[in-house]
């Protein structure tokens, strides 16, 4: 039952982080302000009472519509309320209760933020990017996470390495080759993995981009969300990067 305890208070925690989370992917790329107004229905414009906002439950309670016009609301809500709660829980479980919960918790809904508003919107806020690598950077130094010099080191080569690679890119192209919101994004990324997360994510995230939306762009010539991408290797990095990395090494006769 302790080693319970945690977890569940940690589910919901995440889930009302996840509730914020709705409203920064809503708001942030146009822009606006989180605080407000207050959430109300697309639809009417009617605001929402305070049980309607209570995660998860208040969608349920409605039956996923505007109690004044009826019309549905987005199921993106309730869906990211509850994946927030499980990362949350999944840290805690993982981890009890030790700092390295309450990180690992922020980079991962940092990272999910992300990747939904580059999804949607093709942008990559700067409330997520420079702020999550203030984060990152505030919270080095703590047990199970790099060192200041590290983190501090990781933001600068991964804005560097992303930096670089668009300079190159609009030199040859002609064009943007790589936004500068991945480019932030990179920065965060190191804030809270180091270096060696840096590359591993750099590594994965293209080789998933170019395997899944390469194909679609080279036939559309759309822009490619790379932070997508980008955000799914941080995630990698982040819960499996040592022992891939251990085994490519050894693969290789490195290690």
């Known amino acids: 039952m302790n080693g319970l305890l945690p977890?569940?208070?940690?589910?919901?925690?995440?889930?009302?982080?996840?509730?914020?989370?709705?409203?920064?992917?809503?708001?942030?790329?146009?822009?606006?302000?989180?605080?407000?107004?207050?959430?109300?229905?697309?639809?009417?414009?009617?605001?929402?009472?305070?049980?309607?906002?209570?995660?998860?439950?208040?969608?349920?309670?409605?039956?996923?519509?505007?109690?004044?016009?009826?019309?549905?609301?987005?199921?993106?809500?309730?869906?990211?309320?509850?994946?927030?709660?499980?990362i949350w829980a999944g840290m805690a479980s993982q981890w009890g209760v030790h700092p390295e919960a309450v990180r690992g918790s922020l980079f991962l809904t940092l990272l999910l933020g992300i990747a939904l508003t580059d999804a949607m919107q093709y942008v990559i806020p700067d409330e997520f990017s420079v702020g999550g690598c203030a984060i990152g950077i505030g919270l080095a130094g703590l047990p199970g996470g790099p060192s200041l010099g590290a983190a501090a080191l990781g933001a600068g080569l991964g804005f560097g390495l992303l930096w670089g690679v668009a300079k190159v890119g609009r030199l040859v192209f002609g064009?943007?080759?790589?936004?500068?919101?991945?480019?932030?994004?990179?920065?965060?990324?190191?804030?809270?993995?180091?270096?060696?997360?840096?590359?591993?994510?750099?590594?994965?995230?293209?080789?998933?981009?170019?395997?899944?939306?390469?194909?679609?762009?080279?036939?559309?010539?759309?822009?490619?969300?790379f932070g997508i991408f980008l955000a799914i290797g941080a995630a990698v990095a982040y819960g499996w990067g040592d022992p891939l990395i251990a085994w490519y090494l050894e693969l290789l006769g490195l290690n």
């Not at 009617?46 to 309670?61: I, M, Q, Y």
């Not at 080759?177 to 809270?192: E, Q, S, W």
């Not at 080789?207 to 036939?219: E, K, M, Q, T, W």
């Open 7 to 86: 977890v569940g208070v940690a589910a919901v925690v995440g889930a009302c982080v996840g509730s914020f989370l709705t409203v920064c992917v809503a708001r942030w790329p146009d822009g606006r302000s989180v605080v407000s107004p207050a959430s109300r229905c697309p639809h009417c414009k009617s605001p929402l009472a305070w049980r309607d906002k209570v995660p998860v439950l208040g969608f349920l309670l409605v039956r996923g519509r505007c109690r004044r016009c009826g019309a549905r609301l987005g199921a993106m809500y309730p869906v990211v309320e509850v994946a927030v709660a499980l």
């Open 175 to 225: 064009k943007d080759a790589m936004g500068g919101g991945d480019v932030k994004m990179m920065a965060m990324v190191g804030a809270f993995l180091g270096p060696a997360g840096v590359l591993f994510t750099l590594f994965s995230g293209a080789l998933l981009g170019s395997a899944i939306f390469g194909p679609i762009a080279f036939r559309t010539a759309k822009l490619v969300p």
